[in-house]
């Protein structure tokens, strides 16, 4: 690709501020853009971040075009940061606090209204202070762009409504700073899509402007189809978020910019069975934790299934999901096959805390490992001592009493407390609110409840998981690797990083038509099954035929054997490395060319 040879802004509210899939988009690509542009590449992005200084290096003394910028825009009192990110590639970052007073926000307010007829929410404050930010981001763009001297070209890439009011002005008062925006989703499309059904059907009718006053996001959707209208390049995501763009936004995007990953960061160097086996033992400790209390079932024929993201019970799938969970529960019992499944679903809900049952068992597990140590030890050495030191008897010697009274006892007592009559919970957690909740009440309806007769046994995980989690005590990556299969049969996703993760760490995943990421796939010439990623059919198709596309598909799965599993997985990382960004980025490059043209 050829190099750009200007300056190169890429703005969003989550830069240096993980809040969803754009820190991962953004993250992930900066060595590939380091590589690609070096330091005429810049991130703009907001100084809101707890614990932010831990990421930063502060650039001091530098005397380039970005300094003088910065320290013009700190004289004026605002409180701006300049700095390397540190993370992979170590790009530059400008941050800037939204916090200015209600005087400076009525004005942007009106300015606004004003000039573009974006209506005022005072009760917004989410709205507010994105205007606010937006609005000082705008102030730090026009200093940039004096710095470079009259004539000079930049681009601005702005990232979702949040980020990209500033190419309202930019257009009517700077046009050598060129722009692009990029919607990831747009706002009234996921609203529509959580709360009507046949959503992709019912697209070309709707009224965008009377949706949006309903739902009380009409600033930000007005905000959204402006800036695809004042942008010098608009894209998007994938083919189905474009179709959304043509109908909620008013304007078809120019190009699409599909989303990667740094492939080289999760590929396992050829270790995929290796991880995959070190981390499925600790989800083999959790599960028997977990459910061994109850009953027991073989951990050489379990397989782990999960699910994950931010809690939209349809938009994500979890309605499928459960459905054919049930329908696989109730075949594999028929064909009386010899295999268990776990399935966790993993996302965020308000909890009170963990169940102390669940947190007990765990420990109570830990209490029987130490047991077991300690009489290892003892024996251990006690048979040694009784080999070395016999004349003629080559017999092994009673083991049970080289042990201790005392660790007798314990043994007894421990596992004594730890059984338990009760079936395995379904949840991990003590919900906030578990009678109205959706997956709960949907598993309730199934009959889900873990039954020793189950053969799909389901752990329902309102957390996001990390590394401090006591009951896993690995962070999510590595959860994933553990796993045998990822599913995300999604209605309304317009990209999808979670089967890209899997398949990156070897792990086979569902993800669907209505997904970008699954549309994507279907329309590669390689891929599918073979490699790992089975596209569920969801377009067109009726919700049951898709429950049941769906649980065929678990079933055959289920039904593979050891030895296919694991050629899968090695196909599966092999075809995640087309993802990687550096495969990915010429089409950014056509949206920066098609901006300067």
Known sequence: MPKLNVPLIECSWEVCNQIGGIYTVLRSKVPAM??????????????????????????????????????????????????????????????????????????????????????????????????????LNYRFLEALNKELGNGAKMIAHFHEWMASLPILDLNKNHPDIRTVFTTHATLLGRYLASNYASFYKRLPSYDWEKEARHFGILPMVQIERLSAKYSNCFSTVSEITAKECKYLLGKEPELITPNGLNIKRY??????????????????????????????????RTLYFFTSGRYEFSNKGYDVTLRALAL????????????????????????????????????????????????????????????????????????????????????????????????????THNLKDDQNDDILNEMRAKKLFNSPKDKVKVVYHPEFINSTNPLFGIDYGNFVRGCHLGIFPSYYEPWGYTPLECIARGVATVTSDL?????????????????????????????????????NYLLDFVKLSRRYRIIQRNRAEDFSERFDWKQLLPEYEKAYQKALA
């Open 34 to 135: 380091i590589e690609q542009y070096g330091d005429d590449y810049t991130l703009l992005g907001p100084l809101v971040a707890k614990g932010i200084d831990a990421e930063l290096e502060d650039i001091h003394d530098a005397d380039d075009a970005i300094a003088r910028a910065v320290k013009l825009l700190q004289k004026e009192g605002l409180e701006v940061r300049y700095a390397r990110w540190l993370v992979t590639g170590r790009p530059k970052v400008v941050l800037i606090k939204p916090d200015l007073g209600a005087e400076k926000l009525a004005q942007y307010q009106e300015h606004y209204q004003k000039l573009y007829g974006i209506e005022k929410d005072p009760k917004n404050d989410l709205l507010n202070e994105m205007i606010v930010w937006s609005r």
């Open 267 to 300: 590929v396992a160097m050829h270790e995929v069975q290796v991880k995959h086996q070190e981390f499925k033992d600790v989800l083999h400790d959790f599960t028997i934790g977990h459910f061994f209390p109850s009953y027991h079932f073989d951990l050489d």
């Open 328 to 427: 696989l529960n109730e075949r594999m019992k028929q064909e009386k096959l010899d295999v268990t499944v776990v399935m966790f679903f993993v996302t965020n809900k308000e909890t009170w805390s963990i169940n102390p049952k669940v947190l007990q068992s765990n420990g109570v597990l830990r209490e029987i490992q130490k047991c077991v140590g300690e009489i290892q030890k003892q024996i251990g050495k006690r048979l040694y001592e009784s080999a070395v030191g016999s004349d003629d008897d080559h017999r092994l010697p009673d083991t049970s009493a080289m042990v201790d009274d005392y660790w007798k006892l314990r043994y007894r007592r421990t596992i004594q407390s730890w059984k338990s009559d009760e079936w395995p919970y379904i949840t």
């Open 515 to 551: 997904s970008g990421f699954g549309n994507y796939v279907s329309a590669q010439d390689t891929g599918g099954v073979d490699h790992g990623v089975h596209v569920l059919r969801r377009e067109g198709r009726t919700e049951s035929q898709s429950i049941e596309d769906l649980a």
